[in-house]
């Protein structure tokens, strides 16, 4: 069995753009998917902090080291330049896959550049022995 799991996590990102006449989804600084692991195209959850609104799009790769992250299309609606996000991306993995994989969570500064990165361990009690 396949379950969706956390793969990486941008936590507390800050919206640098949101334009809702450009095609949709977010455009996110190069160098953040290369640290957490994301991809061009890859499909995340983002969940804005100040409104709560939650909404999936994919990746647009941004100029590396811009700190860019832009929300476009429709979803730029529900979004404001400062709003703090938290951007997830998940994967299906079977048990094995669960037990070696350790989700990456950039922990954002401000200006969108790293403060610490983390590696969630799976749940003890819920790993096939």
Do not use: W
Not at 54 to 71: K, N, Q, W
Not at 108 to 113: I, Q, V, Y
Request: hydrophobic share 45%; proline share 4%; with cysteine.
């Amino acid at each position: 069995m396949l379950r969706k799991v956390l793969h990486s996590k941008i936590h507390m990102g800050r919206a640098t753009g949101a334009s809702p006449a450009y095609m949709g989804s977010i455009t996110i600084d190069a160098d953040l998917l290369a640290r957490a692991g994301m991809r061009v195209n890859d499909v995340v959850l983002v969940a804005n902090c100040r409104t709560g609104a939650r909404f999936e799009t994919y990746i647009f790769r941004g100029e590396p080291g811009s700190g860019v992250i832009e929300v476009n299309g429709a979803a730029a609606r529900l979004v404001k330049v400062g709003d703090e996000l938290i951007i997830m991306h998940f994967a299906l993995m079977d048990e094995v896959e669960y037990e070696q994989h350790r989700p990456v969570v950039l922990l954002m500064r401000a200006d969108n550049t790293v403060r610490q990165v983390l590696h969630y361990d799976p749940d003890p009690v819920h790993v096939a022995s």
